[in-house]
């Protein structure tokens, strides 16, 4: 992995991209002291085997400059085998400087050195074959050269193995200052005295640090300003096409690709073209490109890895960076969670398998590189935990939106798909919605995606505004609308068929979800129900992305369907009054997830209860809170199961300890899926031909998961036991097993299956599973052939020590294996059949050859071992399958103990809160009710809250209660406890309250704050009247409406006129409603109506009345308390927010002013009223005029 630039210096300059690359070669002091010179038969053997050139003379310019400078081989050597590399080796940089005055650096900047495990991306005749690389894959290293189209340029080589010293100084342009240096270094180095050394230290210190500052403060010298890929002509935004030739204005235009001209791709060498491929058919993809152990990244995807992952660009005159294969976990959820889309190129052939490619067909230059394909294309919406990546931390599910609209007119109709490809549920749905998209906005509020998918320009205007809008912030993709590629339910249905579901009668497949989106006309279902096409249309285009990201036969083999229904899809048919309700869950859509802050991370009802110990039961906790039950049988069994926890801490607590460790196991199912998904290799997948090089580590991480699910599983079956004396009927039923009541699945026969079906220690240390012998025939016959050729290498090597009279052993590893490592005083022995491959100096020094037989017998090695591995592979994929085959045994245990996880959390926060009670909700009564007493705000800290009562519906209180007082006073703040509580109770939990009793709420409705929707268009009236206009249309007598402050955003009469309209309609209704406002007219249109019960929130007011209003101090009680408050008293918060006092004094005088014009038109109207009425009310209505007259005495200021 690339490193940011730091001032280290170190490591070894011996890549040859580097040498290939820098203006002047890099000199290793390691390598400036003496050595012996190499035997010239020795190099020439070692660079024969290597298959590069004979080291030239570098003194002698004919023979440099004997082959084109283009096409030059820098000289490799064949590195000692016995230095082990331990890490990832070090690159260097070097930094020119300007003048020749300023010091030479021989020292170089530190680099991670991509280039071991790589070749050449253009292989000639003799290069193709060659696997002598300690990893038998290519070596690449693209050149600026190859950027152009007239002047493509082979790239260099870049190897493992170390240059020789006689190859350090090949170029005969090197400064004459440093050949100097070198000169008095070697000097130095063959014989001086201490104190001229210890001179010589100091002196190369200070030029050390000299050079760190050129390095770290002249970036110009190290990396270009302009890349060549900023320069191509057909990138440039005036010229950029995508592939089919439309320019980004043509309605057509697709972004995905990109539009690279056939003369330049037929100018580049076979890798470079093949990059600039698969680029030009995902342009908007970051390339993680396979090149050996390392992905690497180019161009304009190298710039995404600098900036974006923190690398360095990689030596050279095009932009370039990469990290190792290990790595690709850690580097694509960088960046996909960024909002980026990696696709992963995979090498799908060994250079060996490219080389029997090319002498099947008649082969061009661009077939001798090595094919690479993509294997899968990754965003925040197509997450598939697979072998190189770990299941994240996170446990919201990351949905993929499918939405098609068909334009009603007024209103739409909508078909959707959403899907979580972590886990395979797919979620399929069909409904109409009103011209505001409220059942849309409650989708997007209970299932926020990560990704939509749409047609382009299929949406109407209301629905393009919630896409700006409220899907502002995820990624969007676009789906085909015509052409062969195009979607419809005809085509979804066809295709499930001839893939997955094929099959009729009693061979049928279908799930029941899809079976009844199907017409019962067509037996073959192949038709799609009239009610129910823009629903498969939507699964449709799921399924076209999912493919288009190599995704189908991961995903689609462990679909559940489940069939969406709006909750409020019952609200057509609604009886108006009701003694019961005709649905099953509470409806809680956008604004009242938002304006009771339900959902969401920050002190929201979710973040207060949630003391889940696992992700499948925080999952199941957001479900419970977004759709709260309104069956009271359900509510009480929750209720006593909640009590039962909290009557039994040790088991709690014991309980939560045991869950705490577990894995997300929902998502480890759908892994150990894909991991016994036999489809892969059968769809023949890119998958199933990539060549992994760290295959062994993901194959011991998969066991070891799988293991950590095993070891889960076989903790959970300890959960009957620690609940055997449970009495409550919910806590048996998700606690105990069938034979005692309960639905908890036994597992024990499955997991003693597996207990014993491999050795589970021998597996977590080698990664693989091996059967015992005998339990399989073709695992016993490879072992049979690797056994008969561990017994042909033995014989061979005792022939060997025969011919040389010497002890004699193999050396090496991988496919540098069998290497006859013999004695240097009897290597003279070693005749032509004997290819010398390296040498060891020391005390034993030793030769090591190879000969045909060696050759042959670790191939044949190389072949039985795969087989044997091939063998173990499909061992542990049939494993994973088996397991997956009992999948509904281990989703039952999982939902039971994700019910078990959230019960246990509503009991730990009952534990913490310092009032607690179980409240008792009825159904089935003819005037719905609700009685709190000293009730507390969930989410505040109760130590700080004073806590309120309420009553509405009751005998002696009106259901609808008008509600007046102080700004902040606590009127939202009542408003919003109240329905927190109805919503914590109706989900079966206890609540922090002295008492309460309630009917049961089929839907919240609420009207708080005042905000305008500038992107949308919508003023703050407008917002204010759309959704009181949703709660006219769609409340009934059993719904819980919380209005705050109607009417604000207009004229003072418009306003007060709409809020007593509302009002009454809400009476009329008898649904309990709060009402806040601070419209006094309101208080005198419905003092006397027996339907409206009036409350205010209580204070305490000093100075009321005197001249100087910014002496009046207002002390908020924040209790609840019948009839009304007389004024707001909006001058005190004006001093609470710092107004200066003259404006507030003045303001003080006008308001005085308008309240005697009104009350002047009172008095007006009663005196007349009077003289009118009847002489027994006159008494009255004499009374009430001199009460408004006090107050209009009260008026002059």
Known sequence: MSKKLNTSVGGTPTNTLFNYFSKSPAVDKKKLTPSVKPDTETTEKENLKNQQPKVEDPKDPAKKHSKPAAKRKLPLSGGSDDEAVTGLRKRKRIVQPETESEPEMDETKSEDDFSENASDYEPDANESSDDSGSSGEEDVSLSEQDMSVDSPTPKKSRKKSKIHNNNNNNNNNEPSSKKLKLETTIQLAEGSTFQEKLKNLQSNAKKDASYDDIVTTTSTLDEPVVWPHQKLEFLQPDKIKDKAGRRPDHPDYDKSTLHVPEKFLNGLSPGVRQWWVLKSDNYDCVLFFKVGKFYELYHMDADVGVNELGFTYMRGEFAHSGFPEISFDKMSTILIDRGFKVARVEQTETPDMMTER????????????????????????????????????????????????????????YGVCFI???????????????????????????????????????????????????LGGILKEQVPSNGSQACNAEKTLKLLAERYYAGSGSDDNWPLVLRTMQSDVDHLGLTPHNDYKLALKALGECIFFIHKCKLEPKVLPMARYQLYVPPDQ?????????????????????????????????????????????????????????????????????????????????????????LAPMPDFERNLAQIH??????????????????????????????????AVLKGFNTLT?????????????????????????????????????????????????????????????YDSAMDSINEIEGRLKTYLVEQERHFGCRITYFGSDKKRYQLDVPETHASKANKSYSLEGQTKGKKPSRRYTTAETRALLKDMQHAEETRNMVLKDLARRLFEKFSNHYEQWKQCIDCVANLDVLGSLAEYAVQQMVICVPELVSGVEQPFVQVKEGYHPCVNASTYIPNGLELGTESEAPLSLLTGPNMGGKSTLMRELGLLVIMAQIGAHIPAASCRLSLVDRIFTRLGAQDDILAGHSTFLVELNETSLILKHATCHSLVLLDELGRGTATYDGTAIAASVVNFLANLKCRTLFSTHYHNLIDFFHNDKRITLGHMACMVENEDTADPTQETVTFLYKYSAGACPKSYGFNAAKLAGMPQGIIKRAYELSKKVEAIALQRKITAKIVSATAGKDESKKEKLTAIQELLKQLKMCHV
């Open 674 to 707: 894909l991991f016994g998904n036999k489809q892969i290799k059968q769809m023949d997948h890119p998958d199933s031909r990539a060549i992994l090089f760290e295959e062994k580590i993901y194959n011991k991480q998969k066991l070891l998961g799988f293991m």
């Open 718 to 778: 300890k959960l009957p036991t620690i609940f055997h004396q449970c009495q409550t009927a919910l806590l048996k039923r998700i606690t105990q097993l069938p034979e005692y009541g309960g639905s908890f699945p036994d597992l024990s026969k499955e997991l003693k299956y597996f207990a014993t079906a491999f050795d589970h220690d021998a597996a977590a240390k080698t990664g693989v599973i091996a059967p015992q012998a005998g339990m399989d025939a073709e």
């Open 358 to 413: 090319c002498k099947r067909i008649k082969a061009t230059k661009f077939d001798k590189v090595v094919a690479r394909e993509i294997c899968q294309i990754t965003n925040r919406g197509t997450q598939v935990f697979g072998s190189q990546c770990k299941i994240g931390p996170n446990h919201q599910p990351n949905y993929m939106l499918a939405l098609v609209e068909q334009d009603e007119g007024t209103w739409s109709r």
């Open 570 to 658: 019952l609200a057509d048919a609604k009886p108006t009054v009701a003694s019961t309700l005709r649905r099953s869950h509470m409806v809680l859509d956008a604004t009242t997830l938002s304006n009771l802050r339900i959902i969401g991370e920050d002190h929201s009802l979710f973040s207060t209860l949630d003391h889940c110990c696992t992700k499948f039961g925080k999952r199941l906790l957001h479900h419970w809170l977004c759709a709260p039950s309104c069956d009271v049988e359900v509510i009480k069994e929750r209720q006593d199961a909640i009590g039962e926890l909290i009557g039994m801490p040790a088991e709690l607590q014991e309980v939560r300890a045991l």
């Open 420 to 470: 979580d490809t972590s886990i395979g549920d797919f979620h399929l749905g069909e409904f109409e919605d009103d011209k505001n998209c409220s059942r849309l906005l409650t989708l997007l509020s209970h299932h926020m995606p990560v990704l939509l998918l749409n047609e382009k320009s299929a949406l109407t205007q209301r629905s393009q505004q919630i896409v700006r809008t409220v």
